[in-house]
């Protein structure tokens, strides 16, 4: 089993949407919880970084922690065509930072 | 100020030659990172260095694959004898420290051996 696991679609949704993305992970251990947006033949890019359990809120985007359920979750609201790109989910602890695969959305006008 | 930036952003090869790729991270930051991403591939695990600590290798596919860090600051990843294999961006990021704060990524190093 993998330590991240993030299933990695794609999936394909229309403009307006809710768009809801998830990881689950094994190891407690992870304190750091962070989403990365990778555009095509682009570095990722810092979405959201999120420390303890619960929800926050920037703009269109929520990021969720459950460390009970070793599960987190991005949603996107009324998705925009230019939100159309890989997600990557990451989670950390000292010296030590995993990725999910990444999950490719795409938001059709 | 400036990212992390990568040079070269694009890299063709031939099987069996060496290519280094270069990442210059923020300035001030003492932790960089090296990893390897396939397509429809997450983010592999390279090389860590912090500091002025022994790096960590234990991603390092094989002993092909090497990497300086000069000055704590600009590293330099080698593959030596490239195979097709690879193929892949190399990415590269760099944070403050190594406690778990986020790391910010260059663009990438596309590399293609043929």
């Known amino acids: 089993q993998k330590e991240v696991e993030q299933d990695p679609g794609p999936l394909s949704v229309p403009e307006g949407a809710i768009v809801s993305l998830n990881c689950t992970y094994s190891n407690s251990a992870f304190q750091y919880f962070m989403w990365y947006r990778q555009y095509s033949r682009k570095g990722p890019e810092l979405l959201m970084y999120?420390?303890?359990?619960g929800n926050k809120e920037d703009g269109r985007f929520t990021a969720q922690v459950d460390k009970s359920s070793k599960y987190i979750s991005l949603f996107i609201r009324d998705s925009q065509p230019s939100d159309s790109a890989t997600y990557l989910c990451a989670m950390s602890r000292v010296n030590d930072m995993r990725f999910g695969a990444g999950t490719r959305l795409t938001v059709k006008p | 100020g400036a990212g992390v930036s990568q040079s070269p952003s694009n890299k063709v090869t031939e099987k069996g030659k060496d290519v280094e790729l270069r990442c210059d991270p923020i300035s001030g930051h003492t932790a960089l990172y090296w990893y390897r991403q396939s397509l429809g591939q997450g983010l592999e695990f390279l090389i860590y260095?912090?500091?002025?600590?022994?790096?960590?290798k234990s991603g390092l596919p094989s002993d092909r694959f090497s990497a300086e860090r000069t000055g704590g600051s600009v590293s330099t990843l080698t593959i030596q004898r490239t195979q097709q294999e690879d193929s892949a961006v190399y990415l590269c990021?760099?944070?403050?420290?190594?406690?778990?704060?986020?790391?910010?990524f260059g663009p990438g190093t596309r590399l293609l051996v043929l």
């Open positions: 999120t420390y303890s359990s």
């Open positions: 260095f912090q500091g002025n600590s022994a790096p960590d």
């Open positions: 990021a760099s944070s403050s420290t190594s406690g778990g704060e986020t790391q910010y």
